[in-house]
C-alpha cells in the first residue's frame, strides 16, 4: 500500500490547509522528539499571517492521517505540532511550514531572574519537570503512566556554628537581657529534652545574647561570607493578650556592624497561638568590611514567655530550603553523616555529605532554557523527556518500549535497508567519562567527573562534556548501557504504516545477515515518497528468529482477518 499526499490533511487553527509533501521524524536520540516539515500550497495572506512564529503562543498545526489499508482496515493518525518557522517560494506557489513537538517550547522559556523554587520539589524528579512544564508552558504536566520518579535533591557539607544547639549542655551560651533565661524548661522541646525560656520581661527589647553577643565576630562567622541562621520556637503563654510588643517579637535576628551602624535581618515572626511549633530562619550576607557579626532569638512582648530550641547557625550552602536542623547526635542518613567537633552539646557540628550531587542543581538560573535546566538532573537518573505528536509529556525509563510491534523481512516487506557495524564516531563504546563544569552561586568555577566502564579494562572510551551542574552519577552508566546496543545500526525503508513509533520492538531479517531484533530509534514518514524509514538499534540472533514472533502474528504479506494495530504483525 502506498501513502500519498492526498492522504493527510493539515489545519492551523479552523483554517485548513493544501498538503503538499514533507516529511515527520520521530526520533529517540533528539528533542524535539517529533520533528520536520510540510509543503503546502501557498495559503491566503490571513492564514500566513496565523503561521507566524514570533506569535506568541506559537501557532501550532494539526496534520492528520486517514488511511485505508488493502484489507479495509481504517488507521488514523494525528501530530498536534508547534510552529518553528515557514518560508514561501514565490515560483513555487508553495510555503514550506517547520513543525515540531513541545519540547522545542522547553528550549524557548527561561526566567529572567535565578529561580529557587525548585530546591523545594528535589525529592521528586516529576514534581521538578511539573515544575518547569508549569512555567513554559502552561498547563502541561506530565502524564501518570509511566509513574517512574527519582530523587534528585542537592548535597552539601555544612557546620553548624551553635556550641550547644539544642540547649542539652547546660546554655550557658544563652544570657538572657531584659528578660530572665530558663535554661532548664523541659515542658517543651523541639530535640532532646529541654528548651530555652524567655519570661519575666522588662521592656519590649527582651532576648537571649548568644555567645557573648556584642563584640567582635561572634561564633566564628567571617565578613564577606552569607549565613542562615534558623531556631525552632513557640509561645507558652500570655499572647496577644495585654502589654506591648516591639518590632523585633518572637524572631531571630542577625546583627552585623560597619563603621559605626548596626544592620539587621529579622526572621518571620513565630504566631501568636499559644503551643504552635514553628521553625523560623533569616538569611544575611555579612559586607567584606564588618567589624562585628551576632545574632539573637526575641521575646519581645512585656507579657507573656517564649520557647526556642534547635538552634542552628551554618554558612550559606546555596541551598534556600537548608534550613533544618541537625547536631553532631542527629541519626545518620543515605545523604549525610554527623559527628561534634569536640564535646558533645558544647561544640560545633559537622554534616557531612554521603551522595555527590551539586547544590547549585536546582538553582534554575537566569537565560537557562527549561530543557536544559532539566536534562541533566533527568539524563543522570537514566530517563527520557518525551513529549509525543499527542502533546503527551512522559518520563520514560531506558527500557519503556512503546506499544505495539513491527517486523520486516527482505523480498516481503521490505523496500531497501543498510545494515552497518561500527566503533567510530562515539556510536558504540564499553567506557564513558562525564566532565561536568560549571559557575558555583559563590561564583567559583566547579568540576565534577563521573566515569563508568563495563569492564576494569575498556576497549573504548569516550569523554562527553556538560556545562551544567553536576546531577550525580549515572549519565556515563547510562550512555554505555545504551551504546551496546547502537553497535549495530539497521535502516529499513518500508510502506507507511501510521502506527509506527519509536521506541516500538521491531524484527528485522535481511539477506546475508543474522535475524536482528531491537527497538526502534527513529521513524521518518517521507510523505513525498509515501514510504517511511525505519533506523534500529538491534542485536543478532539465531537464524531461526521467526520463531520469536508471538504466536498469533504474521507478517504483512497474510493481511487476511488483520487490524493495523501494527503494519507487519498483529492477528
Known amino acids: 500500500m502506498t501513502v500519498t499526499a492526498e492522504a493527510l490533511s493539515a489545519t492551523v487553527g479552523a483554517s485548513p490547509l493544501s498538503v503538499k509533501g514533507g516529511r515527520l521524524t520521530l526520533d529517540v536520540s533528539r528533542a524535539p522528539h517529533v520533528s520536520g516539515e510540510i509543503r503546502v500550497t501557498r495559503p491566503s495572506l490571513a492564514v500566513q499571517a496565523a503561521l507566524d512564529p514570533r506569535s506568541t503562543p506559537p501557532p501550532r498545526v494539526t496534520v492528520g492521517a486517514s488511511v485505508t489499508t488493502p484489507w479495509g482496515a481504517v488507521v488514523t493518525r494525528s501530530f498536534d505540532l508547534t510552529v518553528r518557522g515557514r518560508g514561501a517560494g514565490l515560483v513555487s506557489g508553495e510555503m514550506v511550514i517547520r513543525l515540531a513537538s513541545d519540547e522545542a517550547l522547553l528550549q524557548d522559556y527561561a526566567p529572567l531572574a535565578d529561580d529557587e523554587t525548585p530546591y523545594g520539589l528535589a525529592t521528586s524528579l516529576r514534581a521538578v519537570i511539573n515544575y518547569a512544564l508549569g512555567k513554559a508552558i502552561p498547563g502541561a504536566t506530565l502524564a501518570a503512566s509511566p509513574s517512574v520518579d527519582a530523587d534528585v535533591t542537592p548535597y552539601a557539607d555544612s557546620i553548624n556554628l551553635m556550641p550547644d544547639p539544642s540547649v542539652e549542655g547546660g546554655g550557658a551560651t544563652y544570657v538572657g537581657v531584659n528578660c530572665t533565661v530558663d535554661r532548664n524548661d523541659t515542658s517543651w522541646?523541639?530535640?532532646?529534652?529541654?528548651?530555652?525560656?524567655?519570661?519575666?520581661?522588662?521592656?519590649?527589647?527582651?532576648?537571649?545574647?548568644?555567645?557573648?553577643?556584642?563584640?567582635?565576630?561572634?561564633?566564628?562567622?567571617?565578613?564577606?561570607?552569607?549565613?542562615?541562621?534558623?531556631?525552632?520556637?513557640?509561645?507558652?503563654?500570655?499572647?496577644?493578650?495585654?502589654?506591648?510588643?516591639?518590632?523585633?517579637?518572637?524572631?531571630?535576628?542577625?546583627?552585623?556592624?560597619?563603621?559605626?551602624?548596626?544592620?539587621?535581618?529579622?526572621?518571620?515572626?513565630?504566631?501568636?497561638?499559644?503551643?504552635?511549633?514553628?521553625?523560623?530562619?533569616?538569611?544575611?550576607?555579612?559586607?567584606?568590611?564588618?567589624?562585628?557579626?551576632?545574632?539573637?532569638?526575641?521575646?519581645?512582648?512585656?507579657?507573656?514567655?517564649?520557647?526556642?530550641?534547635?538552634?542552628?547557625?551554618?554558612?550559606?550552602?546555596?541551598?534556600?530550603?537548608?534550613?533544618?536542623?541537625?547536631?553532631?547526635?542527629?541519626?545518620?542518613?543515605?545523604?549525610?553523616?554527623?559527628?561534634?567537633?569536640?564535646?558533645?552539646?558544647?561544640?560545633?557540628?559537622?554534616?557531612?555529605?554521603?551522595?555527590?550531587?551539586?547544590?547549585?542543581?536546582m538553582r534554575w538560573k537566569a537565560g537557562v532554557s527549561a530543557l536544559d535546566f532539566l536534562a541533566p538532573m533527568v539524563q543522570a537518573a537514566g530517563l527520557r523527556l518525551v513529549c509525543d505528536e499527542a502533546r503527551v509529556w512522559t518520563l520514560r525509563g531506558e527500557n519503556y518500549q512503546a506499544p505495539g510491534s513491527l517486523a520486516y523481512r527482505a523480498g516481503v516487506n521490505l523496500i531497501d535497508s543498510d545494515d552497518q557495524i561500527s566503533r567510530d564516531e562515539d556510536v558504540w563504546y564499553d567506557g564513558a567519562v562525564v566532565e561536568y563544569t560549571w559557575i558555583a552561586s559563590d561564583g567559583t568555577t566547579q568540576t565534577a567527573i563521573d566515569a563508568f566502564a563495563l569492564t576494569a579494562t575498556p576497549s573504548r572510551v569516550v569523554k562527553l562534556e556538560r556545562s551544567t551542574p553536576y546531577p550525580g552519577p549515572g549519565l556515563a552508566a547510562y550512555t554505555v548501557r545504551r551504546a551496546q546496543q547502537r553497535g549495530r545500526a539497521v535502516s529499513v525503508d518500508v510502506m507507511t504504516d501510521w502506527a509506527a513509533h519509536a521506541e516500538q520492538p521491531v524484527q528485522i531479517i535481511l539477506d546475508g545477515a543474522p535475524t536482528q531484533i531491537g527497538t526502534v530509534t527513529a521513524v521518518t514518514f517521507d510523505i513525498d515518497a509515501g514510504r517511511m524509514n525505519i533506523t534500529a538499534r538491534t542485536t543478532d540472533t539465531p537464524a531461526s528468529a521467526w520463531a520469536l514472533i508471538p504466536t498469533g502474528e504474521r507478517w504483512i504479506d497474510s493481511p487476511a482477518g488483520a487490524s493495523w494495530t501494527s503494519e507487519v504483525i498483529s492477528g
Not at 236 to 264: H, I, L, M, N
Not at 311 to 318: A, H, I, K
Request: glycine share 12%; net charge positive; charged share 15%.
Open 189 to 361: 522541646k523541639a530535640v532532646g529534652a529541654k528548651c530555652l525560656n524567655l519570661y519575666a520581661v522588662t521592656s519590649t527589647d527582651s532576648y537571649a545574647a548568644i555567645a557573648g553577643d556584642v563584640g567582635g565576630m561572634r561564633l566564628g562567622m567571617t565578613a564577606g561570607r552569607t549565613y542562615v541562621f534558623s531556631v525552632t520556637g513557640r509561645v507558652k503563654t500570655g499572647y496577644p493578650v495585654g502589654g506591648s510588643v516591639g518590632e523585633r517579637a518572637r524572631r531571630a535576628v542577625a546583627f552585623w556592624r560597619v563603621g559605626s551602624t548596626y544592620f539587621t535581618a529579622t526572621s518571620p515572626a513565630l504566631p501568636t497561638t499559644q503551643g504552635i511549633q514553628t521553625r523560623v530562619s533569616v538569611r544575611f550576607a555579612i559586607p567584606a568590611d564588618a567589624t562585628e557579626a551576632f545574632v539573637r532569638v526575641y521575646n519581645g512582648h512585656t507579657v507573656g514567655e517564649v520557647q526556642w530550641d534547635a538552634f542552628r547557625l551554618s554558612e550559606y550552602t546555596g541551598d534556600p530550603a537548608d534550613t533544618g536542623y541537625y547536631d553532631g547526635a542527629t541519626t545518620a542518613t543515605a545523604g549525610y553523616a554527623y559527628s561534634w567537633t569536640g564535646a558533645a552539646n558544647g561544640s560545633t557540628s559537622k554534616r557531612t555529605a554521603l551522595i555527590s550531587r551539586s547544590i547549585d542543581l
